[in-house]
């Protein structure tokens, strides 16, 4: 399945103006049918799994960062990103496929021009990767033009 960058966006938006209160960011899940996954689910896994923290090329995230309006509305969740806590990168067929948690903070670190951004790696590549995370984030961003 490919989705757009203004797909995702769009859901992005249709759920943050669902969102229940919670800590920031432990609320967010995908949900596809009866089969739902949480941010906190996904950590967990890649703490059980010991995925490391890698420091990455921001121009390898850069195309896979979701559209939204970061300079606009979105101007003070950027500004209040904490780029201390590494993004959640999905890997898939051994390249990037997109940012599951952290385009706030992609996006402050290339509007800041670092060269580098701490990032955990979901590989759906490995035998052991749960298939539930398989069949929710197997999908590409179509790249901006």
């Known amino acids: 399945m490919t989705l757009t ?3 995702i966006g769009n859901l992005v938006h249709l759920y943050e103006s669902n969102k229940e209160v919670t800590p920031e960011g432990m609320d967010t899940y995908w949900q596809d049918g009866d089969q739902k996954v949480t941010i906190k689910e996904v950590i967990d896994y890649l703490d059980s799994i010991d995925a490391l923290v ?3 090329s921001v121009s390898k995230i850069k195309p896979i960062i979701i559209d939204q309006d970061y300079e606009g509305k979105n101007k ?3 500004k209040k990103a904490n780029l201390s806590h590494p ?3 999905i890997k898939s067929r051994g ?3 997109s ?7 992609a996006f402050k670190a290339i509007d ?3 060269d580098k951004i701490k990032v955990r790696e979901l590989n759906l590549d490995k035998k052991n990767t749960p298939k539930i ?3 929710l984030f197997d999908y590409s961003i179509e790249p901006l033009d």
């Open 5 to 7: 960058r203004k797909d």
């Open 54 to 56: 890698k420091e990455v």
């Open 76 to 78: 003070e969740r950027v």
């Open 87 to 89: 993004i959640i990168v």
């Open 95 to 97: 390249k990037y496929k």
């Open 99 to 105: 940012i599951l948690d952290g385009n706030h903070r």
């Open 112 to 114: 800041k021009g670092d």
């Open 133 to 135: 995370y398989k069949d």
